[in-house]
């Protein structure tokens, strides 16, 4: 029975999406596997390819920004559970079966996988650490969410949830607008500790400092959001 459905929004990762692959597949068959190549100019098409039928392909013909990769990708997930998965290997792939077992017992709608449980890693540039604390205290503030990660990549969402949000983002937001909306839909966060290896820009990071007030607007601008009837 398929359990969760994995989005992998990619561009350029030539470097690290083989073997991101290769770890999502020896998860097994209860895990999609939907790649969406974003617009890539390098090796990466080639390589996804060479896995045939083994994932799901979505391909956009330039880059769209990771907020609309995902929500292309959503459109196509039929697991009941939707992952989001960076295409580095920032984020260890063994760990999102910890995330997805308690959504697939029904004890919870979503969970996000925290990288500060036990501290901010030490390799993490000193901006990133503040942002990233600043944003948990606002979804502390805003939507009453006692979080320790707005940020993290791992999200794990009952699919028809993730879909009854109406997701507007296109870039980075989406972290923000997901915290925000499912906050707005009364469910609370669960967060599972999860290990988190940092890349800096010259390996290839995308996420700049300039995507911070983005981050602090959307979390604020949902904040009296409702869902169309």
Not at 118 to 123: C, D, I, V, Y
Request: net charge positive; with cysteine; charged share 25%.
């Amino acid at each position: 029975m398929l359990r969760a459905s994995i989005l992998v929004p990619a561009l350029n990762e030539e470097a690290t999406i083989r073997e991101v692959i290769d770890r999502l597949l020896a998860l097994g068959e209860e895990y999609e596997i939907v790649v969406i190549d974003d617009g890539s100019r390098d090796g990466t098409p080639a390589i996804l390819d060479s896995f045939g039928d083994r994932i799901r392909m979505v391909r956009n013909q330039t880059p769209s920004g990771k907020g609309r990769a995902i929500r292309s990708g959503l459109q196509v997930a039929t697991g009941p559970v939707t992952v989001i998965q960076d295409a580095d290997l920032e984020y260890l792939p063994e760990q999102i079966p910890a995330l997805v077992d308690p959504i697939a017992q029904g004890r919870q709608v979503v969970a996000y996988g925290s990288r500060f449980t036990a501290g901010m890693p030490k390799e993490m540039a000193l901006p990133n650490k503040i942002v990233n604390v600043l944003l948990a205290w606002a979804a502390r503030l805003l939507y009453r969410q006692p979080i320790t990660d707005e940020a993290t990549c791992y999200k794990a969402i009952r699919t028809d949830v993730l879909r009854s949000m109406d997701l507007q983002c296109t870039g980075f937001e989406f972290c923000p607008e997901v915290t925000a909306k499912v906050s707005r839909l009364g469910h609370r966060i669960l967060e599972i500790p999860i290990d988190y290896r940092p890349r800096n820009k010259k390996e290839g990071k995308k996420i700049r400092w300039t995507d911070a007030p983005i981050a602090f607007w959307t979390l604020a601008r949902y904040l009296f959001w409702r869902p169309r009837s």
